[in-house]
């Protein structure tokens, strides 16, 4: 967004200068800026009968603090709940932010703050994401049981806001961060700033509300004084290098291979995609993901074009910055056409000449709209509900982003230098009377070709980690895909001469064409760098058997090397296998340990506080 001296009070010479300043700074010195233009304005209205010049505020001297400055309040409490990392990084930056301003700051995961302590705090922010059916990600369940308990404390005079992160494809949208907003209200706690809910397509959403923060932590300040040097050390002090490559300005890396795992004969296919990222500067540890910007489907895009009797050709702005572009290419790299949320229904109700589709948004239809948009799209909806008034320029105000889809990463860096390998599943379905394709894995499984160039951006998730302890035993359970990041764990314990114990649980269909990664179990099995490997073949029995119930059959033993200290590893479908291993994990602890299921489901939250139960599911 440009100043313009139309739309300020600024001279020409001012606003070229303002222009060319903002957009080279980073959120922490927008926030910092914002801070010191408050308290040098201050300065100036109150002390003195000239207007202070910059360099008059930055020599101020440490032994002459000014008494008017704002005096910021000095502690805060940041708490995150985070699945993949998104709500953690953002808390992150929120708390550098604070700090330029002189604020203490704790920043803490849900599941490892001291509850005791809620009720002395000044300031409390929180920013947590909602997982699977509307539930709190699993480093926030016990806090979120914790403060919908009646021993939460009353929070009289702790002023609060609330960061929600989710996905409007959802039918529970942001309902974890709704659940705690509406929770802190309950219990006394002052709202400065309202909650903010971000789809899926967060970055711009959330500066704001960092931003609000700010603003409304240094209007609530009382006078005192502040002495402006130290301010500028805090700011120097918390300033965070940001790097090069991001969410925000992804890496075009080189695919280097992609290969077909499956075998001959399979009705599966996935994809081993190994992706070079030299001179990148980019890193990435076992647990970590990598995020892809896909390509829509190419037809697809000419069938809403053919259908909408649009010039392919025809230029729409994309970007709030202005940025262009031929209405087919903002369809194919930009905008979402795959999936339809309430959201973009009710925004398309004012281009559409045909009343059910009013009917269908109405929210005494909520069962019916809920079936409409599963697995239907763009096409599907243009197509039942005609005639449209919708033009290309429209675009931008019907849908959303196209979000990057997250893929754990399968590979060590210790033993793959520069270069990142996925695995990917392609996902084809019918529904509707119409083929259906992932957007990502049919871009990767049907059009990426090695020495093709694919953006993409790393994704750190601190949730997901091997143990520090090298000596330690590790259960990874991962049917399909959701072994990807235990090959990255195994590679990095092998690179790096780990002697601790490990045992995979794997599954898939079929042992002679589903088995991914098959000769790299067998070849750590014999250097001993896998212990123990354990699969279930679903379609190659009368009655299907699954990873959990080969967990179930060695019950005692994995109860065992949970006793000695092991570490559990789920990656994988969260609706169904998680919750079916997590079923078999209490099961085995209350049966081989002699507690009941409550005891044995305390046992294994126990586990989750401790860091020794990890999930990383989807």
């Given amino acids: 967004m440009q100043l313009q001296v139309t739309n300020s009070p600024f001279t020409s010479e001012q606003t070229e200068l303002i222009n060319k300043l903002l957009p080279t700074l980073t959120d922490v010195q927008m926030s910092w800026l914002a801070g010191y233009l408050s308290a040098y304005r201050m300065v100036s209205a109150n002390t003195l009968t000239a207007p202070l010049t910059v360099n008059d505020v930055l020599a101020i001297p440490p032994a002459a603090p000014v008494s008017v400055v704002t005096q910021v309040p000095r502690e805060a409490t940041i708490l995150f709940g985070s699945q ?30 001291k509850t005791n302590q809620l009720k002395k705090v000044d300031y409390l922010f929180v920013l947590v994401s909602t997982h699977g059916e509307g539930d709190p990600p699993d480093n926030a369940l016990t806090f979120h049981e914790y403060l919908h308990s009646k021993r939460a404390p009353k929070l009289d005079g702790v002023k609060f806001s609330v960061l929600a992160l989710g996905d409007t494809s959802y039918e529970f949208f942001c309902k974890t961060g709704q659940d705690f907003d509406s929770r802190l209200a309950e219990l006394g706690g002052e709202r400065i700033t309202d909650r903010v809910d971000c789809d899926v397509d967060f970055e711009e959403s959330a500066a704001g509300w960092i931003a609000s923060v700010n603003r409304a932590v240094s209007s609530a300040a009382t006078p005192a004084s502040l002495n402006a040097a130290d301010t500028t050390s805090a700011a120097a002090e918390s300033s965070v290098v940001e790097p090069i490559y991001s969410r925000n300005n992804p890496y075009m890396a080189e695919v280097l291979e992609n290969l077909d795992l499956n075998g001959r004969g399979s009705d599966r296919e996935t994809r081993h995609v190994e992706i070079s990222l030299e001179d990148s500067g980019l890193t990435y540890s ?20 053919s259908f909408l009797k649009w010039n392919p050709e025809e230029v729409v702005v994309t970007g709030k910055n202005g940025e262009t572009s031929s209405v087919r290419d903002a369809l194919l790299h930009y905008y979402e056409i795959t999936v339809l949320t309430k959201p973009l229904l009710e925004k398309a109700v004012a281009f559409s000449g045909n009343d059910k589709l009013a009917e269908l948004v109405n929210p005494d239809n909520k069962e019916a709209l809920r079936s409409y948009v599963k697995a239907r799209d763009l096409l599907d909806l243009l197509r039942d509900f005609q005639p449209w008034t919708i033009v290309p320029g429209d675009l931008s105000t019907l849908l959303r982003k196209l979000p990057p889809r997250l893929y754990s990463i399968a590979s060590s860096l210790n033993a793959h230098p520069d270069e990142v390998h996925l695995t990917v599943r392609k996902v084809e379905y019918e529904a509707h009377e119409r083929e259906r394709k992932g957007v990502t894995s049919g871009y990767i499984a049907e059009r990426l070709v090695p020495g093709d160039k694919l953006p993409i951006f790393i994704q750190q998730n601190p949730n997901f980690k091997p143990p520090v302890n090298p000596d330690s035993p590790v259960i990874m359970i991962g049917p399909g895909t959701g072994v990807a990041p235990f090959r990255a764990f195994l590679e990095d314990r092998e690179e790096l001469g780990a002697t601790g114990k490990s045992w995979l649980f794997y599954g898939d269909r079929h042992f002679v064409t589903d088995f991914l990664y098959q000769t790299d179990w067998q070849r750590m099995l014999k250097a001993g760098v896998l212990s123990k490997l354990d699969v279930a073949f679903s379609r190659d029995t009368e009655e299907k058997v699954y990873v959990q119930q080969r967990m179930l059959e060695h019950g005692e033993e994995v109860y065992n090397w949970l006793q000695d200290g092991a570490h559990v590893y789920v990656c994988g479908d969260e609706k169904y296998m998680a919750h079916d291993v997590q079923s078999a994990l209490i099961e085995i602890i209350g049966q081989y340990g002699g507690k009941s299921p409550e005891v044995a489901a305390a046992y294994l939250s126990e586990l989750q506080e401790q860091g020794r139960y990890q999930r990383d599911v989807y």
Avoid: C, F
């Fill in 84 to 113: 993949t990392g998104n709500a953690q990084r953002l808390a992150s930056r929120l708390a550098e932010s604070l700090k330029t301003q002189g604020i203490t700051v704790t920043l803490s995961a849900m599941n490892q703050y």
């Fill in 286 to 305: 076992p647990g970590d993901a990598v995020g892809v910007y896909p390509q829509n489907d190419p037809t697809l895009v000419d069938e809403l074009i």
